[in-house]
């Protein structure tokens, strides 16, 4: 590219953004609740404004100016909306008693989510808690996979032997159990990128809860020591189970709380918001600067599980006002119709699709079986000959019939 | 070629072609599995420049640089997540805490993480980790830093536990362990370190694993079987001794070298040819290994029916370590007590 080609950009980005401020003025707040502005673009990308971010010692960050076209839009609306339906039908198949156990759900967080993997890139990674279905879905399972692991049959994630905590894709290392553990194996699954000199990030994901967790303090120390390329990412959703940040937090700023971690503070509720930030961020450890954390400020519909009805410490007027004024999905809604980059029909026609899916999902989730019950012995160890396992009784020790899951599923025809 | 040699070579003695410390064979083993494989990693504290707080990694960050040999703060929680992270991406860590009572502090990433995370994955992730470090009763450092572990840890399903006694156990089970594709606990002495044991000229060369799950009759015998391992052995082997020459007393010892998978078929078959059994251990007593080898033997009719008599175990008292001297001899087994065991198992006391 010519430096004049650089300057005219330049100046195209500048013209932009004054018609963005002049938008913004003009603009008044539609009753979804619109909170990035947009501006026609020449082409069929629409540049909106977001929430600023807030930055903690950086000295520049993320752009509040980013474009969207119609095609990413369109995928961005589907994902959300996938993953909504997913978590109202696991929510519906945990009241009927077809989940058992714990089930997180993801409801009002779904931004986060589909905002990082819209800037994520082949070979990055993401590590999360146990609120993992919606990751589980964008990293590459179906909804059927998800629905299917939650009810505990063959056909989920991982075949019923993980449940709602435990699902995996090669990109993604779970689902895991223990709050704040995945905060330094993030940081290790970062540390083989480093080693291997790969360009990617490790994102690793936990809540406000998990903030408060000493182990957060030893993974960002040696991430920074070591310089290693991982995204802590606070999901921030103003409840650690039941109790609200002020009552768990020293300092609620959970972007600054890595100290020597440079941080940004980005609107979990704006997909275009939470992309820019990670595409952003991205790009600073790619440059092998070393880890950042980012606070998405989120909330959850649901309560911290489907034991908890969730207004025990907080009003139901207080989710619905988030729901009327913040939801993630709705306010995207609202802005890529009011942008022309999709019609009302359009999006109908992608929510009809969207209940087909989850539907036909549900229908197997349901109905197909559950693993046989050589599976109790499958998957103890990689690599080693079978080995005997004791039961109940002594009589019942077995030598593993089938080492893995796979070689089970395979004999029996479900491979 | 020596003259030296030259004899050596033609008599049996050149079997023996070394003499090897425990710590000289584990620097080995690993000195070896991280030129053999890049993706082999070894973590901890003071490991790289320091040399190692035991002197065990001595020279290997020098040989094999910053990006195998990483140096950790004293942050055993965290890196050992950061440890299993990696093992979760491919690269394959010896994850060494400083002492074994530190890994308490690591204990939910090493079960929860680690050793569950192959099965909750239906087979889809596993984990190549080695956890090591010296572990079990050390002079003089009392009650928080003389603990054994092998209990704790051969409770758990998903995780691999080995307990060395000599050089030859340190290098071929370590390198079995570097070489697993499953998290692997490797309990190691301190008090074991500097003790010399002559080798073999197999056990000198890199190619040299030993199996894992495989028990070894360190000594055949034909009145009682003492089952043991680790540390607990060195004082079981000059019982032995000691019944031997003083008593004659011809006693079979299986060192177990392997407590998970643990190979009770080696020791049933022991059992049945001596009928009788002991375990030696220095844990504390309560759910120990000797309580797992007892209750095994009673299930299995064989070897139930083929016993004399019941099994007796030798263990650690069961107190937290005292720090007074003599307070702290009498917590741990000694020949004695095992010769008067084996004695009063017989009937010869």
Known sequence: MSIFGALKISLVERIWANMALFAKQLQTITAGGLRSQQVRMASNEVSFHTKPYKLHKLDNGPNTSVTLNRDDALSYYRQ?????????AAGNLYKEKKIRGFCHLYSGQEACAVGMKAAMVQGDAVITAYRCHGWTYLLGSTVTQVLAELTGRMAGNVHGKGGSMHMYTDSFYGGNGIVGAQQPLGAGVALAMKYREQKNVCVTLYGDGAANQGQLFEATNMAKLWDLPVLFVCENNGFGMGTPVERSSASVEYYTRGDYVPGIWVDGMDVLAVREATRWAKEYCDSGKGPLMLEMATYRYHGHSMSDPGTSYRTRDEIQEVRKTRDPITGFKDRIITASLATEEELKAIDKEVRKEVDEALKIATTDGVLPPEALYCDIYHNTPAQPVRGALIEDTIVQPYKTSADLLKAIGRA | MSLRNLIHFSTKRCRFASTLSVREALNMAMDEELARDKSVLLMGIEVGRYDGCYKVTKDLWKKHGDQQVIDTPITENGFAGVAIGAAFNGMRPICEF??????????????????????????????????????????????????????????????????????????????????????????????????????????????????????????????LTIVSYGKAMHTVMEAAKVLKENHNIDVEVVNLRSLRPLDFDTVAKSIRKTGHVISVEESWPVCGIGSEIAARCMEDEKVFGAMKKPMMRVTGCDVPMPYSMPLEAKALPVVDDVTDMVKKVLGKN
Request: aromatic letters at 8%.
């Open chain 1, 80 to 88: 959300m909306q996938v993953i909504r339906r997913m978590e109202s």
């Open chain 2, 98 to 223: 400083m002492t074994m009572n530190f890994s308490m502090q690591a204990i939910d990433q090493i079960i929860n993480s680690a050793a569950k995370t192959y099965y909750m994955s239906a087979g889809r992730l596993n984990v190549p980790i080695v956890f090591r470090g010296p572990n079990g009763g050390t002079p003089g450092v009392s009650a928080q830093h003389s603990q054994d572990y092998s209990a704790w840890y051969a409770h758990c399903p998903g995780l691999k536990v080995l307990m060395p006694y000599d050089a030859e156990d340190a290098k071929g089970l370590l390198k079995a362990a570097v070489r697993d594709d499953n998290p692997v606990i490797f309990l190691e002495s301190e008090v074991m370190y500097p003790k010399e044991f002559e080798v073999s000229d197999e056990v000198m060369s890199p190619d040299f694993v030993l199996p894992i799950g495989k028990a070894k009759i360190q000594k055949s015998g034909t009145d």
